[in-house]
């Protein structure tokens, strides 16, 4: 009994220092004390920006099916916004993490100041595409004029402000790895706390501001980001964190910028090949009708609930692995790898025992659409079974990323993805005639090739040698 009420105020101990950032020192020590010091707040951190997901569904779901499935559409263009941020993100994450690993936080600050600067130019671009021609893109994706109709202005407020969605995962990538994880966790309830007030406001009106229906989704998420961003920015200005950003640290240096973009070339191509994937395989879940892609757009957004825990901890690893091999301690940052996946690997397994005994139910919170909760329960269902392959291939893969070496997932994710996923996605769901099972299965299955040889290819240790 001592020893139970020992660890447990070990346990809350760790947690009010994971929580406050007290703790930074993670290249020595104990493992599993820097695993969890770590992983606690990217955890929640991941878990306020997937509860961005749900709540903009559960208010949007009580509008009409059109505007369930115009989300759907816009979030799978939106994902290669989040292709650009995550890739740049893991040059950020790595980088950074090296640098605070050599005891040179001069060199972390100079990168970050020039991450930020590439964010800003590329969301510039974007944000051009997306307020023009918004109705092209609903078009292209195989919207139908209704929902076109309907929908184009949360597509257009969201391509359109897309800095706020580049610059929120930049910021949080460069305090991850400066091991801030807590500063990252932080300013995402910031946001999220934000887009939960301002989301039946927008949406369905308050006083005099109107009712802008799944248009005021978008809004509400984009002040939510937007004042989470100039939080950061002060977060960096005023050096509350690892990372302090000064005058003389905004200028743009091409050495370090060039370093940048070479590390982040194949995170961009890692993402973009992964999201241009599921952006095809929303297209051919469009052929199925809007109740069956509102019912998958759906169950999507309540698995990303789950799946954003997993990838905070994996985030966790590539911290670990980063700062580790800038110590000049590799075997401690592969130890760290593996307990991070054991991890992982438990809470994915429980997470599946959920889905697969209680899918109908948690559809049933979203809608009272039967097509839809059947459709979104069979797409928890079969996704799911595959759960533990994906903990330890989230895990593996980022930690390539944390040691620089973002190709390697990048080749793994266009086997995976390109080369199965999307044939055996057309041949099954329409070759075949299986519908939107075809889809699920192709996902599931390609998530489990992933981890299997991305495993296989970190434990030949090449990653160690890695350079950024």
Known sequence: ??????????????????????????????????????????????????????????????????????????????TLVYALAIGLSMAATAVVARRVGEKNREAASRAAVQVIIL??????????VGIIFPKEILALMGGEPDLIAEGYGYTQILLGGNVTIMLLFLINAIFRGAGDASMAMWTLILSNGLNIILDPIFIFGVGPVPAYGVEGAAIATTIGRGTAVLFQLLILIY??????????????????????????????????????????????????????????????????????????????????????????KPDRAEKSVWKTGKYCAIFMGFV?????????????????????????????????????????????INSFNGAGDTMTPTLINFVCFWVFQLPFAYIMAISLELGSIGVFLAIVLAEVLIAIIAIIWFRKGRWKLKKV
């Open 1 to 78: 009994m001592a020893i139970s009420k020992l660890n447990l105020k070990q346990f809350f101990l760790y947690l009010k220092q994971a929580l406050s950032g007290k703790e930074q020192e993670f290249t020595s020590g104990s493992i599993r004390k820097a695993v969890f010091m770590l992983s606690i707040p990217m955890i929640l951190e991941m878990l306020m920006e997937s509860v961005f997901a749900v709540v903009d569904i559960f208010y949007v779901s009580k509008v009409s099916v059109n505007a369930v499935a115009t989300i759907g559409l816009t979030e799978s263009v939106i």
């Open 119 to 128: 964010g800003v130019a590329i969301s510039v671009l974007i944000s051009i």
């Open 239 to 328: 050096g509350w964190s690892t990372i302090k950003i000064g005058v003389k640290d905004v200028v743009l240096r091409i050495g370090v910028m060039l370093n940048l973009v070479k590390v982040s070339l194949g995170g961009i191509g890692q993402f973009l090949i992964g999201t241009s994937s599921w952006v095809f395989l929303m297209r051919i879940m469009s052929e199925f009708g809007s109740e069956v892609l509102a019912g998958y757009t759906i169950a999507i957004r309540v698995m990303m609930f789950t799946f954003m825990p997993a990838w905070g901890m994996s985030n966790a690893a590539a911290t670990l692995v980063g700062q580790n091999l800038g110590a000049k």
């Open 352 to 396: 599946s025992l959920l889905y697969l005994s209680f899918a109908p139910q948690i559809m049933s919170w979203f809608t009272n659409v039967p097509e839809v909760i059947s459709q979104g329960s069979l797409c928890l269902r079969v996704i799911a079974a595959g759960y533990i392959f994906y903990a330890y291939g989230m895990v593996v």
